[in-house]
Nanobody, 115 residues
Framework: QVQLVESGGGFVQPGGSLRLSCTAS????????QAWYRQAPGKQREWVGT???????TCAASLLGRFTIPRDNAKSTVYLQMNCLKPEDTAVYYC?????????WGQGTQVTVSS
């Protein structure tokens, strides 16, 4: 079973940056990809971006140029680097890990962008 632990959320002013981390542990077999999602208050969870096993990343069009998804394989950690943050980026951010058997989710980390 895979466990995911997110960290790095917090309060930031508009224009600021944050880096979220998602560290995986447990038995990971046939991983396809890892992804970030977010859910703002009163809204549905939306996809932020994905990194596949080869390191190729895709990102929601509205976030291109501001968000990136680097990975450190040695630390089993995927990051979400968020720059030029806006108030509308306020949400709970979740990571997931998709294998041939299951999709695992982290507990979420709150990001609040406000002046």
């Amino acid at each position: 079973q895979v466990q995911l632990v997110e960290s790095g959320g917090g309060f930031v002013q508009p224009g600021g940056s944050l880096r979220l981390s998602c560290t995986a542990s447990g038995r990971i077999i046939n991983m396809y990809a890892q992804a970030w999602y977010r859910q703002a208050p009163g809204k549905q969870r939306e996809w932020v971006g994905t990194i596949d096993t080869g390191g190729t990343t895709t990102c929601a069009a509205s976030l291109l140029g501001r968000f990136t998804i680097p990975r450190d394989n040695a630390k089993s950690t995927v990051y979400l680097q968020m720059n030029c943050l806006k108030p509308e980026d306020t949400a709970v951010y979740y990571c997931n890990l998709v294998t041939s058997r299951e999709t695992s989710w982290g507990q979420g980390t709150q990001v609040t962008v406000s002046s």
